[in-house]
């Protein structure tokens, strides 16, 4: 019997020493950016993969597509996206997507944010160039998460502010190939000529994979951008799973503006998608306050807020 434990030890020997050693190579996970994977689960909203709790079977990246400059605005959607209730079951990493960083200022303070919150992708694309970052976009991720694929990708607006929670619940029954979700505009027009509207827009990730891998639309990007990545979708008969969220998806609206409601804009409501055009500091001071993000400030004789 202790002869036979013995030898079970032994043959277990080699295979244990096998995992050390990958251990010590591969500290992350399988995924790349191992950093930006670890460090990013407390900074910007994620939920983190947990034994005891419930598994996650949706995994979703939310790229915010912005410029280096955007210095307060990332700080903005950091803390928006921080203070958030995390999705059940769901992992959503949003991520800065930016193009290569031009200036002396930026490639310092830019790597700053990286070492602070890991949150932001430098990709090959060159500012400025008002084509083709879209492109850059999508056709970057399939090699970049090669090893952690998500499930669905989006490329969301840095003034839009998404619910991540209702986001994954309504991606949860969907087709996890061929789906684009979104916003339909313009909103009255035939839904064959239809484009999910730049506020944010969602494919599965085979269809940013067919993207990359289809070199021709890098050469046919004339118009707006999520107009054309409409029409490259139509074109290639691709992302044919469509789900709109017309009441859900928004651009902000508050008694204070000159505009009215119409089929794109209305007042906050709780089982927001995503608002858009939050456009200043007062319209996500408003935002964050409707969707109750201030409710964990603690009383404290340190400070005296009149919220
Ligand atoms: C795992 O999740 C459960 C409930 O969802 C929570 O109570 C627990 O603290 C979590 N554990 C870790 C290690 O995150
Ligand atoms: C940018 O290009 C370099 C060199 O070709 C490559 O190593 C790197 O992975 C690329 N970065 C992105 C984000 O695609
Ligand atoms: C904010 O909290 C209040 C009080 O708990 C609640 O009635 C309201 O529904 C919450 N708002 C949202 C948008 O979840």
């Known amino acids: 019997m202790a002869m036979k434990r013995l030898s079970f030890s032994l043959f277990l020997l080699p295979f244990l020493l096998l995992a050390f050693v990958y251990s010590l190579f591969f500290p992350g996970d399988f995924s790349i950016l191992p950093s930006l994977a670890a460090r990013c689960s407390n900074s910007v909203a994620a939920t983190p993969a947990n034994a005891t709790g419930p598994a996650v079977d949706l995994r ?58 890991g949150d ?3 990709l090959n694309c060159t500012e400025n160039m008002d084509d083709g970052k879209t492109h850059s976009y999508f056709s970057s991720l399939p090699a970049l998460f090669a090893d952690a694929p998500y ?10 502010y998404y619910r991540l929670a209702s986001l994954a619940d309504t991606l ?15 909103c009255h027009a035939d839904p064959r000529s239809q484009f999910m509207s730049g506020m944010g827009y969602i494919v599965s990730w085979d269809v940013a994979a067919w993207v990359a891998a289809t070199e021709a639309l890098r050469g046919d990007v004339k118009g707006p951008e999520d ?13 044919r799973n469509r789900y709109g969220e017309e009441t859900r ?15 794109f804009r209305h007042a906050l409501v709780a089982d ?4 858009h055009k939050l456009k200043d500091r007062l319209k ?24």
């Open 60 to 117: 979703v990246l939310l790229g915010v597509v912005t410029r280096a400059e955007m210095y307060e605005r990332r700080a903005l959607l950091r803390l928006a996206y921080a203070l958030q209730p995390a999705p059940a079951r769901a992992v959503v990493d949003v991520r800065f997507f930016v193009c290569s960083l031009a200036r002396e200022e930026d490639a310092v303070l830019v790597s700053l944010e990286i070492i602070a919150h």
């Open 120 to 122: 932001v992708v430098v």
């Open 151 to 160: 499930d669905y990708v989006g490329k969301i607006d840095d003034d839009s």
């Open 172 to 186: 949860r029954d969907k087709p996890r190939r061929d789906l684009y979700h979104g916003f339909p505009a313009p």
């Open 227 to 239: 107009e054309v990545f409409g029409r490259w979708l139509r074109r290639g008969g691709k992302g």
């Open 249 to 263: 998806m928004y651009d902000y609206l508050d008694g204070g503006m000159r505009e009215g409601v119409n089929c």
């Open 272 to 275: 927001t998608v995503v608002v």
């Open 284 to 307: 996500w001071a408003r935002t964050l306050k409707f969707f109750n993000a201030t409710q964990g400030l603690k009383p404290s004789k340190l400070y005296h807020v009149d919220l």
